[in-house]
């Protein structure tokens, strides 16, 4: 007996895949990573050149009434020492700290070839002494006596009272201008007595103690007996419990009064 059977299509077999690495592909990121390793290389030894990527401009910034932008940049190319990464800016911005009328300085480096010098300058308000300048924190600074700007006030005292002269002048300044009075110079000696010298060449003596008090002293007696007589007045010296004393101006030959001694 025959049996019909039906025949099954065999199933076409599966293609192998291939997992032999492309070559050609392979030898691109060999060569690939070859050519950075060496670019890397190269780059390693420009930023250990200290020559290498040489700081070609200087730019400045600031608002300058005592200072040239022309002498800062000057200053900054003589202290610059290597090229961009090797350049010390702190030695830079030392530099430029020496210069008398610069209060405060920043430096910063610019890609590709810049150092950009940011100044802040100092702000006189009053001479110290014969040679010396304060600002309006009360710092001395020394720049070169020929740079002073002139009609400034005058503040003198002992090394250390800077503030409290600074104080004592903007106190009595404020007391007197309304009296029609300016306050062109403050002494503190030794031992911290106060002095007043006037614009108009009068002389106020407050001494060491009690100063404000004997400041107000002052400004009652000139509003109710001085103000007529000023104008004679040298020295007044409130150095007294309830009361002061006075010189009177010397007069010239030709009539007029000259300032006392101060």
């Known amino acids: 007996m025959i049996l019909n059977e039906r025949i099954r299509p065999q199933a076409a077999p599966r293609q192998q895949e291939d997992t032999t690495p492309r070559r050609p592909l392979a030898w691109v990121f060999s060569l690939f990573a070859v050519a950075l390793l060496a670019a890397l290389v190269t780059v390693a030894g420009e930023l250990r050149d200290p020559t290498a990527f040489p700081i070609r401009k200087v730019t400045v910034d600031g608002d300058f009434r005592y200072l040239a932008p022309a002498n800062i940049r000057k200053a900054v190319s003589g202290a610059v020492r290597g090229g961009f990464f090797h350049v010390d800016v702190q030695h830079v911005r030392e530099t430029i700290l020496q210069e008398p009328w610069v209060r405060e300085a920043t430096v910063q480096r610019l890609w590709p070839d810049t150092l950009h010098v940011s100044i802040v300058e100092q702000q006189p308000v009053a001479y110290w002494g014969e040679s010396a300048l304060l ?9 070169s006596k020929a740079s002073f700007p002139p009609g400034l006030i005058r503040l003198d005292g002992p090394v250390g ?4 002269t600074l104080e ?5 300044q404020a007391r007197l201008a309304p009296l029609g009075l300016d ?3 403050v002494s503190l ?3 911290r007595a106060q002095t007043l010298r006037l614009a108009d060449g009068a002389t ?3 001494g ?5 008090d004997r400041l107000e002293r002052f400004v009652a007696a000139y509003q109710q007996v001085l103000r007529e007589n000023w104008g004679r007045i040298a020295v007044i010296d409130l ?5 002061f004393s006075i010189r009177e101006r010397q007069v010239t030959a030709a009539g007029g009064a000259s300032g006392g001694n101060q």
């Not at 009272?161 to 409290?164: A, C």
């Open 135 to 143: 600002n309006d924190k009360a710092d001395i600074f020394v720049p």
């Open 161 to 164: 009272s800077e503030m409290d």
């Open 168 to 172: 004592a002048y903007r106190h009595a």
């Open 183 to 185: 306050v062109a110079a």
């Open 189 to 191: 000696s030794e031992r």
């Open 204 to 206: 106020v003596v407050l």
């Open 208 to 212: 060491r103690r009690a100063a404000a």
């Open 239 to 243: 150095r007294y419990t309830n009361g």
